[in-house]
């Protein structure tokens, strides 16, 4: 069983659309039938890897014991590091927090303070 939170850097347009749903798809779900996450140790590298300068996102913070589709731990490019992925929708009342995510100046991400005061 897995446990704990993951976390999805989305925008702040498709939270509000799930907001109204009442749940949450990435705009990629069509296409890849999951959702990625990250452990909290890989938020910083996965944003300034994928989301660099992009401003209006935000970090939805999930828990996990929310969820009532699968989960799986895996790395589907051949890494070594292994990476959540949602199998379903995220009901937004297993979002814990919705952190905002903007870049520095330099486009370079940090975590939120909410997080690293926790």
């Known amino acids: 069983m897995i446990a704990g939170r993951f976390f999805h850097i989305t925008t702040t347009a498709e ?5 109204a749903a009442g749940e949450y798809r990435s705009a990629a779900f069509d296409r890849e039938g999951f959702i990625h ?6 938020v910083v590298a996965t944003a300034n890897r994928i989301f660099h300068g ?3 996102l935000v970090l939805l913070e ?8 699968p989960v799986a731990v ?6 070594a590091e ?7 929708a995220i ?4 979002v814990r927090s ?8 330099d486009g370079t991400f940090s975590l939120p303070v909410a997080l690293t005061a926790s």
Do not use: K
């Not at 292994?82 to 379903?88: D, E, Q």
């Not at 919705?98 to 100046?105: D, G, V």
């Open 15 to 19: 939270v509000e659309a799930a907001r």
């Open 37 to 42: 996450c990250s452990y909290e140790h890989q």
């Open 54 to 56: 992009r401003a209006g």
């Open 62 to 69: 999930i828990d996990v014991a929310g969820l009532t589709c």
């Open 74 to 79: 895996e790395n589907l490019e051949g890494g």
């Open 82 to 88: 292994l990476y959540p992925h949602i199998y379903g």
């Open 91 to 94: 009901p937004m009342t297993s």
């Open 98 to 105: 919705i952190h905002p995510f903007p870049p520095e100046a």
